[in-house]
């Protein structure tokens, strides 16, 4: 989700976005539904930009073992802008199964 913000008379930290409106690029985490997590970027940051994703599911995921359980199953499901190896490599050393496709070309 791109989050314009051209006609705010305050800005801060936004950036030209891929669709050239100064903004931010969010990184949102939904779990039924519910978004349960956010991270602001700027506009440019790219969806697996840095490692934002992985350290957001990381403090998730450990959370929901803590409250619930160790061995909990979680698949997480992402779209192509979350297609990368790091975030595979990540999601596979926490035991956490996951969906994922990128773009056909």
């Not at 979680?74 to 779209?79: E, K, Q, R, S, Y």
Request: aromatic residues 10%; contains cysteine.
């Amino acid at each position: 989700m791109i989050m314009d913000n051209d006609s705010a008379k305050v800005r801060e930290s936004v950036l030209p976005t891929c669709k050239k409106v100064l903004g931010f690029q969010p990184l949102q985490v939904y779990w039924n539904g519910y978004l349960i997590d956010a991270v602001f970027r700027g506009g440019k940051n790219h969806s697996s930009h840095s490692d934002t994703v992985i350290e957001s599911l990381i403090h998730i995921i450990k959370r929901i073992r803590k409250e619930y359980r160790k061995d909990v199953p979680i698949l997480v499901l992402a779209d192509a802008g979350f297609y990368d190896e790091d975030n595979f490599k990540a999601l596979e050393d926490l035991n956490i199964a996951y969906i994922s496709r990128r773009k056909s070309v």
